[in-house]
Structures are given as structure tokens and as C-alpha cells.
């Protein structure tokens, strides 16, 4: 079997201008690839930006609701003292 140049088994352009030529078509898909992917990573920040701002809010509405629930539970248990004290009012004069 006769020998076999390196230019054979692997397709590699000879002259230099052929070897830039598919070096830039390499480098613009590449390029193109990275313009994708910055277009992607800026679409989900700014989905994940509006995530947190729900979040945000959620978390506002959360508050306030746990705030009117513990003037609630304050209110209860001043209730519950008032009541105790009638209580133990009565059976002082019973």
C-alpha cells in the first residue's frame, strides 16, 4: 500500500487564502452562535427580572397581610385578658 499524505486523510485547505477563507467562515458562525446566546441570556434576565419583581410584590401583599393578622391576634388576646379579668371579677363576688 502506498503511502498516504496527511493533506489526504484529513481535508485541509493547501493555500493560505483557502485556510483564512474557512478559518472566517468558522469565526462568523461562531460569532453568530455568541450573538444567539447574548440575545437568549438578555431575554431571560429581563424574565427573571419581571420574576422577581412579582416576587416582590408577593411578598408586600405577604406583609401586609401578616401585619393585619397579628393586629388580629393582638386584638384576641387583649380580648382574652379583658375576658379573664370579668372572670375572676365575678367569682370574687359570687
Do not use: C, N, W, Y
Request: net charge positive; no cysteine.
Amino acid at each position: 500500500m502506498p503511502p498516504v499524505s496527511p493533506a489526504a486523510l484529513l481535508p485541509f485547505p493547501q493555500s493560505s487564502m483557502a485556510r483564512l477563507r474557512v478559518a472566517l467562515r468558522h469565526m462568523e458562525t461562531a460569532i453568530e452562535k455568541q450573538r444567539a446566546a447574548t440575545g437568549e441570556l438578555r431575554r431571560q434576565t429581563a424574565r427573571l427580572s419581571e420574576a422577581v419583581a412579582r416576587l416582590g410584590d408577593s411578598v408586600q401583599f405577604l406583609k401586609g397581610d401578616l401585619d393585619a393578622l397579628a393586629a388580629d391576634a393582638s386584638r384576641a388576646q387583649q380580648a382574652a385578658r379583658d375576658f379573664m379579668e370579668r372572670a375572676a371579677t365575678l367569682e370574687r363576688l359570687a
